[in-house]
Structure formats: structure tokens, C-alpha cells
Nanobody
């Protein structure tokens, strides 16, 4: 069984930075693709970033966050991070950590952490 626990959300002014952390509770963390998604009020959940399970740590980003957000993982600590810089009001959302085993779909989700960017 896998559990994901996010932390690091909060209130920040536009232009500021936040770092989200996701703790992976379970086995074989290194076999999972880890992703971050977000859901703003009245909108559907959307993809933000992902990092591959393999040692190459291939990353992928939504166009809206490219160059501002950076995803990384620490396989020794079973943790995935999302560094968010140059935050904008439109980044305000609940951010969710998700895990997908190898090439499968995202089957595990965290409870979410609120990020609010004030303009």
C-alpha cells in the first residue's frame, strides 16, 4: 500500500516562492513516476509536473509552469519536491502529489495542500 503526504503549502505574495514536499510511504519508491497536479476553484484538476521513476529522472512540465517550477526526487528519502518560483495569482490552487507505478496510470493521491498567491 502507498500513502502520499504533502506539505509546504501556504500564502505567498505574487513573485514569491514556495517549496512543496511529498512523502511517499510504502515500498519501492524508485519504481514510481511521481507527479504534481493542481485544482483551482471551479476548475478541473490539471497536470503540473512529473518525474520519471528511472535513474535518469526525466521530467515533464505543463507549459504554464515551465521555467518557474522544478520537480525533483530523493530516492533515499522517498520524497518528491516541487520548487515553485515567480508565483502568480493563477497558481492559486490545491496541489496534489500522485504516484504511478512504472508506466501505469496515477493510482495513488495525497490529500492535497493549499497554495494561495496574493496579487
Amino acid at each position: 500500500q502507498v500513502q502520499l503526504v504533502e506539505s509546504g503549502g501556504g500564502l505567498v505574495q505574487a513573485g514569491g516562492s514556495l517549496r512543496l514536499s511529498c512523502a511517499f510511504l510504502g515500498r519501492t519508491f524508485s519504481s514510481y513516476v511521481m507527479g504534481w497536479f493542481r485544482q483551482a476553484p471551479g476548475k478541473e484538476r490539471e497536470f503540473v509536473a512529473s518525474i520519471h521513476w528511472s535513474g535518469s529522472s526525466i521530467t515533464s512540465y505543463a507549459d504554464s509552469v515551465k521555467g518557474r517550477f522544478f520537480i525533483s526526487r530523493d530516492n533515499a528519502r522517498n520524497t518528491v519536491l516541487l520548487q515553485m518560483n515567480s508565483l502568480k495569482s493563477e497558481d492559486t490552487a490545491v496541489y496534489y502529489c500522485a504516484a504511478a507505478f512504472r508506466a501505469g496510470s496515477y493510482g495513488y493521491w495525497g490529500q492535497g495542500t493549499q497554495v494561495t498567491v496574493s496579487s
